[in-house]
């Protein structure tokens, strides 16, 4: 099955919704998606979104951020990415 890319346009009117944006395709996360998987060293890694997901009125759990390999914003709603 190919692997659809969501556009940034669909993203954009998510936004405000509460609604779970998954994706697995690069820059998923810094297209405005929440949560990006990619594959690193054989491993699975994520990628998180907070500043989206404070948007959709969505809370990420601390346990989640703690695995994420990246973290785009902070609940101040600063830009911060975390490696």
Request: charged residues 25%.
């Amino acid at each position: 099955m190919p692997i659809r890319k969501i556009s940034p346009a669909t993203l954009a009117n998510l936004e405000a919704r509460a609604v779970l944006t998954v994706g697995e395709f690069e820059h998923f996360v810094q297209e405005g998606g929440m949560i990006g998987f990619f594959r690193e060293d054989n491993k699975v890694r994520r990628e998180i979104n907070l500043t989206a997901a404070e948007h959709a009125k969505l809370k990420i759990s601390a346990r989640l951020l703690a695995l994420a390999k990246t973290v785009i914003g902070s609940p101040k709603g600063t830009c911060n990415a975390v490696h």
